[in-house]
């Protein structure tokens, strides 16, 4: 189950485009990007634990 690397990869692209939209330069890209993939790739451990516990 790769929900984790998953999460981490939306969270990358979601945290890109919204600094984007937002008008941020490089460094606030890559913050937003690493802010986002952590939150994105904790969600998706959780979920995976979640199923794992469940099945």
């Not at 937003?32 to 904790?42: D, E, W």
């Amino acid at each position: 189950m790769y929900f984790g690397l998953i999460g981490v990869l939306c969270g990358i692209a979601l945290g890109w485009l919204r600094a984007t939209k937002s008008g941020g330069n490089r460094l606030d890209k890559l913050q937003y990007a690493a802010a986002h993939a952590v939150i994105f790739g904790l969600i998706g451990l959780s979920f995976a634990m979640f199923l794992g516990w469940v099945l």
